[in-house]
Nanobody
Framework: VQPVESGGGLVQAGGSLRLSCAVS????????MGWFRQAPGKEREFAAAISRGGGVTDYSDSVKGRFTISRDNRKNTVYLQMNSLNIEDTAVYYCAARAGADYGATSRDTTSFQYWGQGTQVTVSA
C-alpha cells in the first residue's frame, strides 16, 4: 500500500489547489484515509480525514469550511480541495491510509495510520 500525492505547488493567498492521493491497492475501499500537514519547524498535524465509504469526514478547526476531503473508490484516489488558502497553510501535505478501520470511522491520530505518502509541497504566497 503506497499512497502517492500530487497537486501541490505555489499559489497566491486566496487561491485554491486540489491535492490527489492515489493508492495502489485493490482493497482501497477498506482503508480510511487522512490528510496531514507539516510546516517548517512544526510537528505534523491533522488536516482532514474520511471514512472508508466516504460518508463521514472530519476536519481540523484551522481548515474547516475551506478544505474538502473526498474519495473515489473506483479510482483508488482521495482528494483534498483547498480553497481560500492563506500563508499559514504552507506546508508539506501527506496522505495516509489506515487499515482495519470500522466502516464509518475516521481518526486524527497519526499513529492510527500505517501507510504514508512522501508528501507534496504547498506554498502560499502573499
Amino acid at each position: 500500500v503506497q499512497p502517492v500525492e500530487s497537486g501541490g505547488g505555489l499559489v497566491q493567498a486566496g487561491g485554491s489547489l486540489r491535492l490527489s492521493c492515489a493508492v495502489s491497492e485493490r482493497a482501497f475501499s477498506t482503508y480510511a484515509m487522512g490528510w496531514f500537514r507539516q510546516a517548517p519547524g512544526k510537528e505534523r498535524e491533522f488536516a482532514a480525514a474520511i471514512s472508508r465509504g466516504g460518508g463521514v469526514t472530519d476536519y481540523s478547526d484551522s481548515v474547516k469550511g475551506r478544505f474538502t476531503i473526498s474519495r473515489d473508490n473506483r479510482k483508488n484516489t482521495v482528494y483534498l480541495q483547498m480553497n481560500s488558502l492563506n500563508i499559514e497553510d504552507t506546508a508539506v501535505y501527506y496522505c495516509a491510509a489506515r487499515a482495519g478501520a470500522d466502516y464509518g470511522a475516521t481518526s486524527r491520530d497519526t499513529t492510527s495510520f500505517q501507510y504514508w505518502g512522501q508528501g507534496t509541497q504547498v506554498t502560499v504566497s502573499a
